[in-house]
């Protein structure tokens, strides 16, 4: 988004109310926000023309689907060449394991949000998907002992 819409106190309380439930029905949201709900629907249509409003999604339990244990990794890198940062970005991508993959400013070079059900499927995941990875130089796992705030 090149440029950024101005947001007032009602568009900022029509997000924080969505944040808390997508779902809410337009005449629900413009109760909650002290609308009536037709100009309530013309903000909340402008919000994500704007693309503020980027979607909305369903906040699944990861115990329900089989990835009641997360693991954070950080990854360095050995490799300097394009070519294969590009083919390593790809891969670690692709796994289906991987909930968030981000490139970090100076060490670690990225940082991996790893789900799976268990230690034995987190062990099969680190040696049989990132052990041995071209590029790859140093894997460091990181358990959560207690989640005190999470926006997912």
């Known amino acids: 988004m090149g440029n950024e819409m101005h947001l007032d106190a009602i568009d900022r309380e029509i997000l924080f109310h969505l944040r808390q439930d997508g779902r809410l029905t337009n005449v629900e949201l ?4 002290g609308l009536t ?8 249509k402008r919000l994500e023309d704007a693309g503020v ?8 339990d990861p115990k ?10 950080d990854i ?9 940062i590009e083919n390593l970005e790809k891969t670690l991508a692709s796994y289906d394991e991987v909930i968030e993959f981000r490139r970090m400013y100076g060490r670690p070079d990225y940082f991996l949000r ?3 059900a268990d230690d034995a499927a987190y ?3 680190l040696t049989g998907r990132l052990t041995g990875l071209p590029g790859i130089l140093r894997v460091e ?12």
């Open 64 to 73: 329900a689907v089989g990835r009641g244990l997360e693991v954070m990794i």
């Open 141 to 152: 796992s990181h358990l959560t002992m207690k989640k005190i705030k999470t926006d997912d």
């Open 37 to 44: 709900p037709p100009p309530c629907l013309r903000r909340l």
């Open 76 to 84: 360095e890198v050995s490799a300097n060449d394009l070519k294969t």
């Open 123 to 125: 062990n099969t995941f």
């Open 114 to 116: 790893v789900a799976v």
């Open 53 to 60: 409003i980027a979607g909305y999604r369903a906040v699944i």
């Open 30 to 33: 413009a109760k909650r926000v």
